[in-house]
């Protein structure tokens, strides 16, 4: 029985309330304007596809990687290495221990893991200015340790483990 049944119902809607709910990884995802997505499901496919998106990284051009340890970040960079004719994919390694490697003759491609960098002296000691004196393609893993100011264009990649070999690359 409604309490006031001379009044009449109002007209408008009843709103409902605002639930905050954690954001999805899709919606993370779109709020970080992706350009493109890719799922792999080996290291062959996840390098067969660096060496494809090698082909649109003209110089000079920063290559910005993130993701955690293990999603192919290394792999990644072998395919656009080779993609990029600097080095064959099983010439490229990890730099985790000498910090930067450097490939190519002409054109260089520079390589360089910020992993075990924990002050800005350390970043500082790398001499990652000497990368940017000519046109070059500069490849960071670990990139969101040290935001690296530069005029030149960069594109963003992010991979993430989606379970046994399968990883997402994102294109930001």
Known sequence: MPLHPARRPRSSPVKSPIIFRRPTAALLRSCNSVLEEIITHSS????????????????????????DLGTGKTTLT???????????????????????HVYGKAAKVY??????????????????????????????EWSERFPL????????????????DS???TVL
């Open 111 to 140: 390589h360089a893991d910020l992993y075990r960098i924990e002050t800005f002296h350390d970043f500082e000691t790398l001499g990652l200015e000497d990368m940017f004196t000519s046109p070059a393609v500069v490849i960071l």
């Open 78 to 100: 072998k395919g656009l290495v080779s993609g990029l004719g600097a080095a064959a994919e099983d010439d490229v390694t990890s730099p985790t221990f000498t910090l930067v």
């Open 149 to 164: 100011p530069s005029p030149w264009p960069q594109v963003r990649l992010r991979l993430e483990h989606l379970g046994g």
């Open 44 to 67: 062959e496919e996840t390098t067969h596809w660096g060496r494809e998106f090698a082909e649109r990284l003209k110089p000079p051009i920063l290559v910005l990687l993130t993701g």
């Open 167 to 169: 990883r997402r690359i």
